[in-house]
């Protein structure tokens, strides 16, 4: 039977077997849930075909590395349209669905997102273990099957509102339960250790033991039969029902250990401005590790029958310091488990340990008390400290009597565990996720790391599953690139570049338009759906689509739009082309001030729209709920990609590079890969404003005087005034507060203020340029092309070729 009769025959079965109904009377969610089970059968039986070439080549390739990669988080978004376009399925597909008089989309919009993640550091993962899956790489992804996703977010009268994110009904056919290979994690207990003649000895009394299941999602690559694992780790209690309490008549007790075991699992990052919030989170962490970490040993053990070469066959990159807990769990497992010594033991773990570090603010710097940790994990609490101590040794070797680099660099300092530090001195690789970030990182953040190993240092520059954000998100931008260049680019990420060359040719210049436009009006189409909010699709598109948060200054875009609303109340008749601001964000739930500017925008959209002559001219949107399938829509539509955080801030982004390969022109200040993006574009094909980030650091340093900046713009002074007054009926006083008063340690301390001008400037420049059409285009068909260097391909190849050493299983 051809492949083709064999997918439907599938589909059929299912259908009738187990949703009681047939092809032609199936409703779209019907239809879903089949195509889901036959696609996801798919995938398992390519993955174990995948999974016996992989060890047969590492039998035959000794010392080439397995890639783990652990994150909190992965933002996989829906995996039903990705599976079909990367097993070749989706035209077969399409025609059926289009026997139905459905399209793709009817079908598609009936899977929820993975609850699996929140913003950049998910989807980065997500990209990565595609683009290693396209590569061909021998790679496992490990994190948590979390319940709940972050929350599903519900605007009331301009208020966030946090809903569950129950996902798991439409989205856990793709999760595959892994009943029969668990393993089990130890909590609490009462700890004692000594010394005897053998060295140390240790016991641990009465621990909570948690049973972590596994579930396995599946992930293809594009044009290949590889198919990665993505292992996710359930939490039940390794007891289970507790019957005596039950048989007492105690059945609220009889369901509470399991019910405290499955909290671990329940919600993706509880809230951590409660002790019992930050106790659950640091739960979360060293249950993922320590699941995972057995996992890999185990199956090592299994390849290879000892450890000597543990550190040349595998590598376990963290991704930020959240999964920092596996490399005293490493040392835990080697040394209690199979009676290693420390150095060998230690050997092991840092040569094949590697960190990214995402961020260079201090509050996502983590640290946990040592009371809290010495608690929770005290085995691995006992390991942290022995790493501490020594490393304190290495640095005073390193750098004699300096007790301040000891102090700044050590592990255990003012009664806190610093992860990020830990994450440093257990791994044998260490980098950022842009250019600038990575420098920051040296001359910076681990500034004193760097001096005693330079060689620990270097960048890869974060890059997005391109497939994904312009082949499936934008198929007739995808088309016309097909005609242009070929094929080859959608397999080769590099040879997408080869479109550069049409920037001049008017004929495609004008297809590029109709394509933007159309994807403008579907965007727009969507949004009337969903939410009744009317877009014209003939106004600019103005998009800011990104995780709420201060440094990202969405509140500097509400003070320009504030001051154009503004300028338009004076002239209600001034020749403008019609502006469309859309934002789409979501706030931490404890997070009040980013709450506020999200009312702050909401408000100002509802005055806005009170007056029909200002309103057909000025638009403001703030998308609720924003997920990876929204962006899908939302992206191909963006015309100018705002790209504002204060510079030094944004490690890398990628939110820019997915609007820069569908075309959109970034405004943006020189932080992160906002530098390689004018890199690559040149500085005429990207608007650049703002403090660079060594002048943000000198104005610092001087005392920076927001209140002098407010006094000397009298542009910006009627804007942040109008906070007072507020929009809607609603006053904003408390961010009025926060850009004027030195209350909040420093006024204005992300620097709105001082970058307000030049980014009017940078505005006014961009919109000049918009109403030349030509230039436009040109510009546009110059950010898809060199949206090449921002391929999550050229991210893993650099990880392989400069951390991972490691190779794709076909090159072997």
């Given at each position: 039977m051809e492949q083709r009769e064999k997918f439907i025959a599938q589909l059929n079965d299912y259908l009738e077997d187990s949703l009681h109904t047939d092809f032609e009377h199936a409703a779209p969610e019907q239809l879903y849930k089949a195509l889901a089970r036959v696609v996801n059968g798919q995938l398992r039986e390519k993955y174990v075909e995948f999974k016996h070439k992989k060890n047969r080549t590492e039998k035959e390739s000794f010392g080439k590395k397995k890639i783990y990669y652990i994150c909190m988080e992965f933002l996989m978004g829906q995996s039903l349209k990705n599976a079909l376009y990367c097993l070749g399925e989706m035209d077969t597909v399409r025609e059926l669905v289009e026997r139905r008089g459905l399209s793709l989309d009817d079908v598609f919009d009936c899977e929820p997102d993975a609850g699996l993640g929140n913003g950049g550091l998910g989807r980065l993962a997500a990209c990565f273990l595609s683009a290693m899956a396209t590569g061909n790489y021998d790679a496992t992804g490990f994190s948590l099957r979390y319940e709940y996703g972050l929350f599903r977010q519900k605007i009331e009268d301009g208020w966030q509102v946090e809903l569950p994110d129950n996902w798991i009904p439409g989205g856990g056919v793709w999760l595959n339960k892994k009943d029969d290979d668990p393993f089990y994690v130890t909590f609490y207990g009462k700890y004692h250790e000594w010394w005897d003649a053998d060295g140390?000895?240790?016991?641990?009394?009465?621990?909570?033991?948690?049973?972590?299941?596994?579930?396995?999602?599946?992930?293809?690559?594009?044009?290949n039969d590889a198919v990665e694992r993505l292992r996710l780790w359930r939490a039940i209690d390794y007891e289970g029902f507790d019957m005596e309490s039950f048989n007492s008549g105690d059945f609220t007790r009889a369901a509470l250990r399991n019910n405290r075991a499955e909290a671990i699992t329940k919600v993706l990052y509880p809230p951590d401005n409660i002790e019992e919030g930050k106790e659950l989170r640091l739960k979360q962490q060293y249950f993922m590790v320590s699941a995972s970490c057995q996992n890999i040993v185990r199956d090592h053990m299994q390849l290879y029958g000892t450890l000597d070469n543990f550190h040349l066959a595998n590598v376990i990159h963290i991704n930020d310091t959240h999964p920092a807990l596996c490399i005293p769990e490493l040392m835990r497992i080697f040394m209690d488990d199979y009676?290693?010594?420390?150095?060998?033991?230690?050997?092991?773990?840092?040569?094949?340990?590697?960190?990214?570090?995402?961020?260079?603010l201090a509050e996502a710097l983590e640290k946990w008390k040592t009371s809290q940790i010495q608690a929770l994990v005290p085995r691995v609490f006992s390991v942290i400290s022995e790493i501490d101590r020594r490393f304190r040794g290495y640095m005073y070797s390193k750098f004699p009597g300096d007790d301040g680099k000891v102090n700044y660099t050590a592990v255990l300092d003012g009664g806190q565990v610093r992860m990020a530090n830990l994450s440093v001195i257990g791994s044998h690789k260490v980098n950022g996720v842009s250019a600038l970030h990575s420098q920051i990182l040296k001359d910076d953040l681990f500034h004193d790391f760097f001096l005693a190993q330079p060689d620990k240092f270097t960048n890869v520059t974060n890059g997005i599953a391109y497939r994904r954000w312009l082949c499936q998100a934008n198929p007739k931008l995808a088309e016309l690139i097909d005609e242009c260049i070929g094929t080859a680019y959608r397999r080769d990420d590099r040879r997408l570049e080869d479109f550069f060359r049409f920037r001049q040719d008017a004929a495609v210049c004008d297809r590029l338009e109709q394509i933007k436009r159309d994807n403008k009006v579907r965007f727009a189409e969507k949004v009337k759906k969903n939410s009744g909010i009317e877009i014209d699709p003939d106004s600019i598109f103005i998009v800011q689509a990104k995780r709420l948060h201060e440094y990202k200054r969405q509140l500097m875009n509400a003070l320009r739009i504030i001051s154009r609303y503004q300028m338009l109340q004076d002239d209600p008749d001034i020749d403008m082309r019609p502006e469309t601001y859309l934002f789409a964000a979501k706030a931490a739930p404890s997070y009040f001030l980013a709450k506020r500017v999200i009312e702050l925008i909401c408000k100002l959209s509802e005055e806005i729209e009170r007056d029909p002559k200002i309103s057909s001219k000025l638009k403001v949107v703030f998308l609720e709920n924003y997920s990876v399938s929204m962006a899908e829509g939302l992206m191909p539509a963006t015309e100018i990609s705002e790209q504002i955080s204060l510079a030094g801030k944004e490690a890398s982004g990628t939110g820019n590079m997915k609007m820069m390969i569908n075309g959109a022109v970034t405004i943006g200040t020189l932080d992160g890969a906002n530098v390689e993006i004018r890199e690559a574009v040149g500085p005429d094909s990207i608007f650049i404003f703002g403090k660079r980030e060594h002048e943000v650091r000198q104005a610092l340093q001087e005392g920076y005087n927001a209140f002098e900046v407010y006094e000397s713009d009298p542009v910006l002074k009627r804007a942040v005034d109008s906070l007072q007054?507020?929009?809607?009926?609603?006053?904003?006083?408390?961010?009025?507060?926060?850009?004027l008063m030195p209350s909040y340690s420093i006024a204005d301390p992300y620097m709105c203020l001082l970058d307000f001008a030049d980014y009017c400037r940078a505005h006014d420049d961009i919109q000049a340029a918009y109403e030349d059409r030509r230039r436009w285009n040109t510009m546009s068909i110059e950010n898809i092309a060199k949206a090449a260097r921002f391929a999550a391909d050229r991210s893993i190849r650099d990880y392989a070729d400069r951390i991972w050493n490691t190779a794709p299983v076909s090159d072997r």
């Open positions: 140390l000895k240790f016991s641990l009394e009465e621990p909570q033991v948690i049973k972590a299941i596994p579930y396995d999602m599946y992930v293809p690559g594009a044009g009676g290693c010594s420390w150095d060998y033991a230690w050997e092991r773990v840092q040569g094949s340990v590697s960190y990214t570090n995402h961020t260079v007054k507020g929009f809607a009926g609603k006053s904003f006083d408390v961010l009025n507060d926060y850009l």
